[in-house]
T-cell receptor
């Protein structure tokens, strides 16, 4: 199984709502990532988990809260978002970058299209 | 520190014509280089990658790229464009580990294919 799955595919939420995005992989990867992508722009890294521990937070506002319950699952909890947070949210996974033979090939999910009203 | 430069934002070719998408990189460590493709409303799919060894890398859908260290380039080519190649293409660079293992993307380039 070389697939990263993300749910839901689309999400519309108000600024006072609380929602969560879910990502799952069964490739045995120990690094998982959240990216935010605006239209016609490259993905922007938000968070990196390595061995279920948060290793990188790219100064993301606290209204985005990541969670890695186990090595296969990654969640992104959303609360009090702003309209400018509307974007495609991509999850990715890779072999951990801690091993000398790793080359950090990241496998991406299809994304969740988020609209904040 | 790493960076990727993809000049231009849009390339248009005729069906059957050569596709050439340019990528130049900057890296303080030996780079790993990637090309990803993104079709509308989809995630990113890996086209090909360079890690070590052979500098001419073949990928999926007939694409290939050549790593040229002296030119710090990793240009993507395909001999004959197909309508289905129309998409956004991102070049990316990373190092092996630590802070350099983050994937740094270029700004992307849109490929259009004319019938």
């Amino acid at each position: 199984d070389t697939e990263v799955t993300q749910t839901p595919k689309h999400l519309v939420m108000g600024m006072t709502n609380k929602k969560s995005l879910k990502c799952e992989q069964h490739m045995g990867h120990r690094a998982m990532y959240w990216y935010k992508q605006k239209a016609k722009k490259p993905p922007e890294l938000m968070f990196v988990y390595s061995y279920e521990k948060l290793s990188i937070n790219e100064s993301v506002p606290s209204r985005f809260s990541p969670e890695c319950p186990n090595s296969s699952l990654l969640n992104l909890h959303l609360h009090a978002l702003q309209p400018e947070d509307s974007a495609l949210y991509l999850c990715a996974s890779s072999q951990t970058s801690g091993r000398p033979s790793s080359y950090n090939e990241q496998f991406f999910g299809p994304g969740t299209r988020l609209t904040v009203l | 520190a790493q960076s990727v430069t993809q000049l231009g934002s849009h390339v248009s070719v005729s069906e059957g014509a050569l596709v050439l998408l340019r990528c130049n990189y900057s890296s303080s460590v030996p780079p790993y280089l990637f090309w990803y493709v993104q079709y509308p409303n989809q995630g990113l799919q890996l086209l090909l990658k360079y890690t070590t060894g052979a500098t001419l890398v073949k990928g999926i859908n007939g694409f290939e790229a050549e790593f040229k260290k002296s030119e710090t380039s990793f240009h993507l080519t395909k001999p004959s464009a197909h309508m289905s190649d129309a998409a956004e293409y991102f070049c990316a660079v990373s190092g092996m580990s630590g802070a350099n293992s983050k994937l740094t993307f270029g700004k992307g380039i849109t490929l259009s294919v004319r019938p």
